[in-house]
């Protein structure tokens, strides 16, 4: 498995693979999202397909934000996850960050547990968070 930078080439992997697990966001914000933050969108491959991805920024100084990360279903729970939080972690560090957030559909209890087992906790709730007014679960991890 290789980690490295999203390229616009993978633009079509990551909304194939959001679509398959979310849903939520309009296509064209992971393209924009790549032209305002470069340095932490990143994916993982294996045999040249694009099988996961995370996408984060500094929210301010200090805070890195995790906005989404995603791993194609046939590819879940084989660490490609772990990998991409790990990374995402290690480039927040290097940017200053002291604590990383993020938010988690209240009812995704297997990305809860996930991050819980990477050291993230719940610090509160954001209610009526996503578009079908579902209430997001805010988790943090200190670094």
């Not at 290789?2 to 296509?27: A, G, L």
């Not at 989404?68 to 046939?74: C, F, G, I, M, Q």
Request: include cysteine; proline fraction near 3%.
């Amino acid at each position: 498995m290789i980690i490295r930078r999203f390229q616009p080439s993978d633009f079509q992997w990551v909304i194939d693979i959001e679509r398959k697990v979310f849903n939520e966001h309009d296509p064209y914000l992971y393209m924009q999202f790549y032209e305002i933050y470069p340095d932490t969108f990143i994916v993982a491959q294996i045999n040249g397909f694009v099988i996961g991805y995370v996408a984060g920024f500094l929210a301010r100084v200090g805070v890195g934000r995790i906005f989404s990360l995603a791993v194609y279903p046939k590819y879940q729970n084989r660490s490609v996850g772990s990998n991409l939080l790990n990374e995402i972690k290690n480039i927040f560090r290097k940017k200053g960050a002291l604590e990383i957030i993020l938010e988690v559909r209240m009812d995704n209890i297997k990305a809860k547990r996930f991050y819980e087992r990477h050291g993230f906790f719940q610090f509160g709730i954001a209610e009526k968070y996503y578009n079908d007014a579902h209430d997001a679960c805010l988790m943090k991890l200190k670094l």
